[in-house]
Structure formats: C-alpha cells, structure tokens
C-alpha cells in the first residue's frame, strides 16, 4: 500500500510535503495534539510516540520515512472513558505536575514495558518466567529520554512499577 502511514489503527496518506517532521504531520495536519512539542530538537522527549513497537522521538524523523508504519499516540492507548494501565496509573499516583510531558512519558514507559515483556531487558528485570521485576533504577534509566520539567520523577517511577510489577 503506497503512501500511506497507519495512526492509531487508522490509514493516512503521507503528507505532501517530504519535509514534514511526524510530529508536525501528527500535530498539524491530523489534530492529534496529545502529542507535544517541548524542544523540537530531540533533547525532552515530549514527543514520543510509538513506531512499530518502538519509541521514537516524532521532531526528529519525517512522516515520509514512515509509509506503511504503524504508529500509536497517546490518543491510541485510552480514552478518558477506558484508559490505559499506565495511564490510570499515572493519576493514581501523581505522576505529572504540569502534565506538558505526560503524553510522551506514557508512551515511553507504555514501550519500556513492553521491551522488557519481549526479553530485551537485561537480567535484572526479567526473569526466566518473563515476569516483570523492573527497579526503580533500570526505570530511571530506560526513561532518561523523557525530561519532566516539573520534577514529577518519583511519582513517574513509581506509576511505572506499579504497572510493572
Ligand atoms: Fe521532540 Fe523534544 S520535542 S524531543
């Protein structure tokens, strides 16, 4: 299928111009304005999203790299009325103060989670079993991407483990 880019289970056409950032073509063009734009220059994270499984950081890539990717946005992991794990998860325990990152600190850690459960997490946190036992410390480290300028981070963490087990 020529042209075109998969967002939360719905087909696009790529944009017109080749030189719009997935971010822009998202924000812009789609509406989808969960997806924030903090620095623009792949230093926050407050764009991420989720590529094929993988996060990204949307300023840095063009949409046009993407036809036939499949990408998901905080729009595509709940609703108000039917959120996400982490995302219940991430109110119940305060993890954001402003709330500018969240959607991209959702997406990442909704990806981190999803690394570990595929076994590319290092020995430590994932057992024979699959069974999720990541630390606080490996969280911080797989979410080093994801500034929060408020300072949430405790809280961040502690949502994280509470979905992670
Ligand atoms: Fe993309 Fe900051 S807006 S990393």
């Known amino acids: 299928m020529p042209d075109t880019i998969t967002i939360n289970g719905t087909d696009h056409p790529l944009p017109s111009d080749p030189r719009t950032s997935l ?27 989720i590529v094929n499984g993988m996060r990204i950081n949307s ?24 959120p ?11 993890g954001y ?7 991209g600190q959702v997406c ?10 595929a076994g590319f997490a290092s020995d430590a946190s994932a057992d024979l079993t699959g069974e ?6 490996e969280i911080r480290e797989r979410m080093s991407g994801n500034l929060c300028r408020c300072g949430a981070y405790a809280n961040i963490v502690a949502a994280i483990r509470d979905v992670a087990g």
Request: hydrophobic share 35%; glycine share 10%; net charge negative.
């Open 59 to 82: 300023c840095l890539t063009l949409a046009a790299l993407h036809d036939g990717d499949d990408v998901t946005t905080i729009e595509g992991l709940g609703t108000p009325e039917n």
């Open 23 to 49: 971010l822009d073509f998202l924000r812009h063009d789609l509406g989808l304005t969960g997806t924030k734009k903090g620095c623009d220059h792949g230093q926050c994270g407050a764009c991420t999203v």
């Open 132 to 137: 999720m036992t990541a630390t606080a410390e």
């Open 84 to 94: 996400s794990p982490l995302q219940v998860a991430f109110v119940e325990h305060d």
């Open 97 to 103: 103060q402003c709330g500018y990152c969240t959607p």
């Open 108 to 117: 990442s850690a909704t990806a981190m989670l999803d690394e570990i459960k």
